[in-house]
């Protein structure tokens, strides 16, 4: 019993993290139809902003064991936001925008962005580095004598809870994110209502960027960062958008959450890869039977 | 289109094919020496994928992203056979390290080059073949074909990487002494080799040249500029992709079957997302719907990579980054899309060639998935 409870958590520990991740994505494919393969390395980036408050701004502004208190830390996942949600924005000004209307192509160009990202990163240091945690996040729940539920995936789980409520009241509290469902549903109406579309747009890949950000610093809990923390991601969090179903939030959180337990359970009864390799086949199946996805949305072309 | 301009192009490309045979066959085993003539090889087996995914990117409008996957499962093949050979009697090496002591039954059929080259060649495409009628079946496109020929490539290395008893996991296959015979080192067999690629590399071309400029080409081309209209105009789209599709994957394996005797090793590296994505900017770069603009493509990026990362090998991966970038915005028609757009007169004949900016175009990602 105690086992399959672990088994459950695992799964949603997996699931909030591909949500996190995936998320941003299914803002950016959702909205415009853009395949970003640069969001691994806006994980990257964000990961590597926490690594700088932790390992540098930490010490120099709290002392050595500045890091364990914490305080940058949280920093650190607000600046991983603004960060990426920054060099979101210049990507989408600068390359999405020209390429409107040829999503293989934006595919093939924020692929080369990434490449350059990984670059300059991997330029920097090319090994996996370590993240100083803050010690309140070390340990684990006991729920009972055989189930412990580690601090750090507790905390990312609630972390993850956050952005979703954030997501939801910035959709459907907020003028702004009135009017990015509105360019979502139906980009030409929109626009004669008087949308501005292209800040929409601006604005809604900056923070698809900026939840990859937030993932990134997350990540920093979970093991080292190096430069090929995004490659690991991308291939999942594609899986996890294209079954959720475009352009649908709850259909990316159903699918995520359904491929972390799947992957916790498969690959406790067997390998790791061959727990992987299942998953996809499930994704596959499922996709025969229901192309467009978990939960679509119905838009007019 | 005008007969005359018709047969003009006949003549000028047989005139230009001629000569470029002439140079790789007899020119360059003589000019070239023998180690710069083994990578030629390597890039010529390279030509021959970008030949293959040419055809259903360039002509079809399918980007896969998975081509290095086909490329990597055919050169196994083949290069489970030559561990076979350099073997001999004996297991490979590399089973008795993990405690191997039978061989698998996987590594049986292999003992045959015959049937090694056929299973090169038919078991990339009987994977796309099954891979691509679920796919097709289901109207997934577009982008959405991209991530998911992606995801199979990266699940497939990984299933390989996990592999170490049967296939050496990461560290690949590598134990390779002599084929058919002849001792790989030996001079002479690198060279039969690199003319084996020229003449294959020929054959794929002269195929895919025929290919689209028949029928079946034509309908290529309509499936790349508008799937629906073909399928209204009473087609079934489903089945020209599936088979383009596994005839491109097939090619892609008998390419990975004549790399691995040139180059020695095979690994799942070789198979995985970075190493399938470098195959379409080889077509990007060269010049997408045009054949010969895949093999100059593979040609000349190849060169590069490898010139530039030798003395700089940081610097190599910033630069792909930015032919990527620069090619699909600034340069969409490659380099022999933009020499022919030279060549060609002002009143273009729209028919022939596939004018890029509709290869470009594609806005048939909205049809099945939720639009």
């Known amino acids: ?301 | 289109m005008s007969v005359l301009t018709q047969y003009k192009n006949h003549r000028l490309h047989w005139i230009g094919f001629g000569i470029i045979a002439i140079i790789f066959l007899l020119v360059l085993p003589n000019v070239l020496s023998i180690f710069q003539l083994n990578i030629l090889g390597k890039f010529l087996t390279f030509a021959i994928v970008a030949v293959g995914l040419d055809l259903i990117w360039g002509y079809t409008g399918m980007l896969s992203l998975g081509q290095g996957l086909f490329f990597g499962l055919g050169a196994y093949c083949f290069g489970m056979y030559l561990n076979l050979e350099a073997a001999g009697n004996k297991l490979p090496d590399f089973m008795s390290l993990y405690g191997v002591f039978e061989l698998p039954a996987l590594w049986e059929p292999f003992r045959s080059p015959v049937i090694a080259i056929a299973l090169a060649i038919l078991f990339p495409a009987f994977i796309a073949f099954l891979v691509g009628f679920m796919l097709f079946r289901s109207r997934i496109q577009g982008v959405y074909f991209a991530i998911v020929t992606q995801a199979l490539t990266a699940i497939v290395a990984l299933l390989l990487v996990g592999q170490q008893k049967l296939i050496n996991g990461t560290n690949g296959l590598t134990e390779m002494k002599t084929i058919f015979g002849m001792p790989l080192a030996e001079d002479s067999t690198k060279v039969m080799l690199y003319l084996a690629t020229v003449i294959v590399l020929g054959g794929v071309y002269l195929s895919g040249r025929w290919l689209v400029h028949s029928r079946f080409g034509r309908l290529l081309i309509a499936v790349r500029e508008d799937e629906e209209r073909l399928r209204f105009a009473g087609y079934n789209p489903v089945f020209i992709k599936t088979l383009i599709f596994t005839i491109s994957a097939g090619v892609a394996g008998l390419a990975g079957a004549l790399f691995i005797p040139q180059v020695g090793i095979i690994s799942p590296a070789q198979l995985d997302i970075q190493s399938s994505i470098e195959i379409v900017i080889w077509v990007a770069v060269g010049g997408r719907g045009t054949l010969i603009g895949a093999v100059f493509g593979a040609i000349l990026v190849n060169f590069g990579k490898s010139t530039i990362s030798s003395e700089y090998p940081d610097i190599w991966q910033f630069i792909m980054g930015a032919l990527f970038i620069g090619v699909v915005m600034y340069f969409p028609k490659g380099l022999v899309g933009t020499i022919q757009g030279w060549l060609k007169p002002n009143t273009s004949d729209l028919v022939d060639k596939p004018s890029v900016s509709s290869a470009t175009f594609s806005n048939k990602t909205e049809s099945a998935l939720g639009n």
Not at chain 1, 125 to 149: C, E, I, Q
């Open chain 1, 1 to 301: 019993m105690e086992n399959f409870l672990l088994l459950v958590f695992n799964g949603l520990s997996i699931g909030s993290i591909l949500l996190l991740v995936a998320i941003g994505l299914a803002f950016s494919f959702g909205l415009m139809k853009v395949i970003n393969m640069a969001h691994g390395e806006f994980i990257l980036i964000g990961a590597y902003t926490t690594y700088i408050f932790q390992e540098f701004l930490a010490p120099a502004v709290l002392g050595d064991d500045g890091a364990k208190s914490g305080i940058f830390f949280l920093l650190s996942i607000v600046a991983a936001f603004f960060v990426t949600g920054f060099l979101g924005y210049l990507l989408e000004r600068f390359v999405i925008r020209l390429l409107y209307g040829r999503p293989l192509d934006t595919l093939l160009a924020t692929w080369g962005v990434g490449l350059m990202i990984q670059q300059i990163i991997r330029s920097y240091d090319a090994r996996n580095v370590p993240v100083t945690a803050p010690s309140w996040l070390s340990g684990a729940l006991k729920v009972s004598n055989g189930l412990y539920l580690p601090y750090k995936r507790l905390f990312i789980i609630v972390l993850v809870i956050v952005c979703l409520v954030a997501v939801y009241l910035y959709l459907n509290r907020t003028s702004y994110g009135r009017r990015t469902r509105a360019v979502m549903q139906n980009r030409e109406i929109a626009s004669s209502l008087g949308v501005h579309t292209r800040r929409i747009d601006g604005l809604t890949f900056a923070l698809g960027a900026g939840l990859a950000g937030i993932a990134g610093a997350a990540l920093t809990l979970l093991g080292q960062i190096g430069p090929q923390l995004g490659t690991g991601y991308i291939v999942d969090s594609f899986m996890v958008v294209v079954l959720g179903g475009v352009g649908s939030i709850p259909g990316t959180i159903l699918a995520a959450l359904s491929i972390g337990t799947a992957s916790s359970f498969l690959e406790f009864y067997s390998t790791a890869t061959l727990g992987k390799v299942f998953v996809f086949g499930l994704i596959i199946l499922f996709l025969q039977l229901r192309p467009q996805g978990m939960i679509a949305v119905r838009g007019r072309s």
